[in-house]
């Protein structure tokens, strides 16, 4: 039941009726009442005034009257000024919760049919060269959740993930193996696999710059010093040589390679993301490249006489873009070509295809577009860059070549520690087995780190503060965790009570408090909207929050097992349940489970 729909309708039957006009629904402006003032909906009347040739108090109270004859779900109206303040009954209410009782765990959400839109959600992409990182986990958590609504949302979502597998980034971490590794591997270090490939890429960068230092003692320029440093040479001839399909070196590459999906597949598994669709750039750049001679045959590019071929955006207000290298090796944007171009044709009925990517990377998105567009490719205009802001920390921001990043692996590791830690010392779980007190630890650890990084806007540079993220009290996942582990235990004890909350709500008056979280309840489904419209999982975690706010002052005032007359104890029991329900939706749609217990 869409009761704005229901208003909006009659009121366009009122003006109709009052004033003989006609008018659009977009006249009309319906929103939620201010907190003071009675009523739950409130309509704006002076765009009316012009037709009803009245004060905005009178046009307010004619309309009024014609919806309070009109419409069974409205208790009473109040006028303010121009604004008219609509009263909604308490059947319709306890229509709300009944019809939410009903479709379970559908609630709010939309179905997805045959004929569904198809939508691509990328992200993760990480480099072979390194273990994720805190910036990592933002990137994951927001592409999990954006694909997560877009499926409340009634999308088919592929949930993809693009392997950044070559290149010289890679060929960094393999010419340092092969000169300082000694033919190390995971197994003989005991390390995670891309923990080992990320540290010859840190010694590769420290080598370098030595290397630099050197080459300017000896009178280089910087610039000079940085072409001519052995180990970037040698990086560069390993790449020549992967692109030729070397057979050593492509060997080393696999191996390598190998190690480190190990070690991302034990991160993506802890962090509890997972995808539909994985592509590896070593098997789409070529398809990139030869779209990029085929464009500088057709005219749309150009080849300097160096032999690198380039892309002229100066009619686009932008500068040249590099495409083919001067030896023929491809950069970023030739295999994000290939990429796009493949998915298309995998997926031709795709409605967007949304890239979960830093926003550093703007003009590279910028970029993407257009050439696809000058290459003849019209559904260009479906790619969507989901821009987000960078990951800080107290201390400043992180750098992966000089090892300073935080470790996705150890941030993990250090959030359950906290979890365990406050737990003992609140003494919450005594009474669970140390398997079942194991999970709530992990649980909450998780919660608190994803709620943290998804309650902020994605467009927002964040502040990361793990001691922050886990408190029990605030706008913190594990505040929402506890409030639905404390609703659990409420219907916990109505089970053992014998007390049936399967029938039907009961038809009673609610009381403000009870009211409040109807309403908030009401909400979920445009939350769920909202969120997808604007890619922003913000808004669930906003919603969500709310939500167990109006709870737990219901829960502070209203006794619900105590409560002596049986059909409001059964209302509240109800009420509830439906409250831990949204929860645990909302909640999913983060990718945050929610413990019975905490």
């Not at 659990?488 to 408090?513: F, M, T």
Request: with cysteine.
């Amino acid at each position: 039941m869409n009761i704005e729909s229901i208003i909006v309708d009659k009121v366009i039957e009122a003006v109709k009726a009052l004033y003989n006009v006609d008018i659009e629904t977009s006249a009309i402006q319906i929103q939620e009442t201010r907190k003071e003032f009675e009523g739950d909906k409130t309509v704006a009347v002076f765009p009316f005034v012009r037709f009803s040739k009245k004060s905005p108090e009178q046009t307010a109270a004619e309309i009024g009257d014609y919806l309070q004859n009109s419409v069974s779900h409205i208790q009473s109206y109040s006028v303010v000024k121009g604004f008219l303040n609509i009263l909604l009954s308490h059947s319709y209410w306890i229509e709300i919760l009944q019809q939410a009782i009903e479709q379970g765990d559908m609630y709010g959400t939309k179905p997805i049919t045959a004929n569904s839109p198809v939508v691509m959600v990328e992200y993760s992409s990480p480099n072979t060269n390194k273990p994720l990182h805190l910036g990592h986990i933002r990137n994951n958590l927001l592409g999990y959740a954006i694909a997560q609504i877009l499926a409340a949302n009634g999308n088919k979502v592929i949930k993809a993930n693009l392997i950044n597998d070559r290149g010289i980034h890679i060929c960094k971490s393999m010419i340092a193996w092969k000169l300082f590794g000694n033919g190390e591997t995971p197994q003989s270090s005991g390390l995670k696999g891309d923990h080992l490939v990320g540290k010859y890429y840190v010694l590769f960068d420290a080598t370098y710059k030595k290397q630099i230092q050197e080459l300017q003692a000896q009178g280089k320029t910087e610039d000079e010093a940085k072409q001519e440093a052995p180990i970037m040479l040698q990086a560069r001839e390993l790449l020549v040589k992967w692109e030729a399909n070397d057979a050593e070196t492509i060997e080393l590459w696999k191996t390598m390679n190998n190690w480190v999906y190990d070690g991302f597949n034990t991160t993506y598994t802890r962090m509890g993301v997972s995808f539909d669709k994985m592509y590896y750039e070593s098997q789409t750049y070529l398809l990139g490249k030869q779209v990029v001679i085929d464009g500088l045959a057709a005219g749309v590019l150009y080849q300097k006489d160096d032999g690198s071929i380039w892309a002229d955006l100066t009619d686009e207000g932008l500068d040249h873009k590099l495409l083919l290298r001067p030896d023929g090796t491809s950069v970023y944007m030739t295999q994000d070509i290939g990429t796009a171009i493949e998915r298309f044709r995998e997926f031709g009925d795709m409605q967007e295809l949304i890239y979960v990517v830093g926003n550093e990377q703007n003009y590279h998105f910028q970029v993407l577009r257009l050439i696809l567009k000058k290459l003849g490719y019209n559904w260009a205009d479906r790619i969507y860059h989901m821009s987000y802001g960078m990951v800080e920390l107290p201390e400043g921001k992180m750098k992966s070549r000089e090892g300073t990043v935080v470790d996705a692996d150890d941030l993990m590791e250090s959030m359950l520690q906290d979890s365990i830690a406050i737990s003992n010392e609140l003494g919450k779980l005594s009474g669970l087995t140390p398997q079942e007190a194991a999970i709530v630890h992990e649980t909450i650890a998780q919660g608190a780190l994803k709620y943290f990084i998804l309650k902020v806007e994605p467009r927002k540079t964040m502040l990361f503060n793990p001691k922050e993220s886990i408190d029990f009290n605030g706008n913190t996942g594990p505040f929402i965790q506890y409030t639905y582990a404390r609703i659990s235990s409420v219907l916990r004890k109505a089970a053992q009570n014998n007390i049936d909350i399967s029938a039907i709500v009961p038809h009673i008056e609610c009381n403000e408090k009870e009211r409040e979280v109807l309403k908030q309840l009401s909400r979920y489904s445009e939350a769920i909207e909202i969120a997808g419209k604007e890619h922003a999982p913000s808004h669930i975690a906003n919603y969500v929050y709310d939500l167990v706010k109006v709870y737990n002052q219901f829960y502070h005032d209203c006794s619900i097992l105590n409560e002596e007359f049986a059909d409001i104890r059964l209302y509240r029991l109800q009420l509830s349940k439906q409250v831990a329900c949204t929860i645990q939706s909302a909640m999913r749609l983060l990718g945050i489970q929610v413990p019975e217990r905490m």
